[in-house]
């Protein structure tokens, strides 16, 4: 597996559990129940709720799998973006801040609307608000700070090569 490959996976890993652990510490601060059955929903958006609710672990599995790969593909987007994205700004927060944004927009207004969830409509309040701050430090920042060190240690590798072989031809 490449080097890419590899931080790519590590970055989705380390993203997509900050995620699902807040989605499961938000849940249970406004609820006052640990969410058993949040995979079993996440699930849903591509199976149904009925048949969701009435699975057992491979359901579970499925959800896991959803969510994950969600986060993969997020992750996957901003890795091969990141070389433009530096050209209009090198602070690693911002742009982490910004991506947030734009997972957090994409979901709710893309991807949410086109899963066999019941359909409701979209209200932004404090729970949206809190939603959106909450992508954003746990996963959009976390990916902007993983993809930063990937390409910053490129580099390093890159120059060590490039002064390795100048010195070989000494």
Known sequence: MTRFWKAVLLTTLLAGTLDIIA???????????????????????????????????????????IHYFISFSFTLLFFLLYPTITRLSTNKYLNGGLFGLIVWVTMNFIVLPLTALPDKPFVFNVQAAVGFLVLMVVFGIPVSIM????????????????????????
């Open 23 to 65: 989605a499961h510490v938000d849940q249970t601060i406004r609820t006052g129940a640990f969410p058993v059955r949040m995979f079993y929903i996440i699930a849903a958006g591509a199976i149904g709720l009925k048949n969701a609710l009435n699975g057992g672990p491979g359901i579970i599995l499925l959800g896991i799998f």
């Open 147 to 170: 993809v930063h060190k990937y390409y910053k240690s490129g580099i390093n590798e890159a120059k060590r090569v490039t002064e390795t072989m100048k010195g070989s031809y000494k």
